[in-house]
């Protein structure tokens, strides 16, 4: 059985932690290769997707990908730029209090998904500009995957 308390506590660790002093298109482009060269490497086809105020700065989908996943990152991109959020922690919400989007949100589901993988990019100081989200895999690995290039990068790069 999940610990949702334990879980959300560690998700909003992860947004608070997991931000950047500015965000630059080379810094996409630079984390966006990272997160495709991890992928490879691991044999995960993946569609990765890195957008700052609604401009999209990166963008590309791994051999064994399909159109599908782009469908599947515009629903978590949603989430995020509504909720300032990572889309993971939206989804734990709702299944924390047994409800969905359409209940919780007055949203539609054809829109909206709070499965994981988007993950809000953060400028210390300023808020949420955009969103680094991958899709293709289990949701927890998806959001995985996004928190662990993202904490890499924040590591190589200070």
Excluded at 20 to 49: P, Q, R, S
Excluded at 67 to 91: L, P, T
Excluded at 137 to 154: F, N, R, S, T, W
């Amino acid at each position: 059985m999940v610990d949702y308390k334990k879980l959300l506590k560690e998700l909003e660790e992860q947004e608070r932690t997991l931000q950047f002093t500015k965000f630059t298109n080379d810094m996409a482009l630079e984390l966006g290769l990272e997160i495709i060269g991890k992928a490879k490497k691991e044999g995960k086809a993946i569609t990765v997707d890195i957008t700052r105020n609604g401009h999209q700065l990166f963008h590309y989908s791994c051999e064994g990908t399909c159109m599908d996943y782009d469908q599947w990152i515009i629903k978590k991109n949603n989430f995020v730029n509504r909720c300032n959020k990572s889309s993971f922690h939206i989804g734990t919400i709702l299944r924390q209090r047994g409800t969905t989007v359409e209940e919780e949100y007055l949203v539609s589901s054809l829109d909206y998904s709070p499965n994981g993988g988007a993950f809000p990019i953060t400028i210390k100081n300023v808020g949420v500009v955009g969103t680094i989200t991958i899709s293709g895999l289990p949701q927890e690995q998806d959001h995985q995957m996004a928190v662990d290039c993202i904490k890499g990068y924040l590591e190589n790069h200070s």
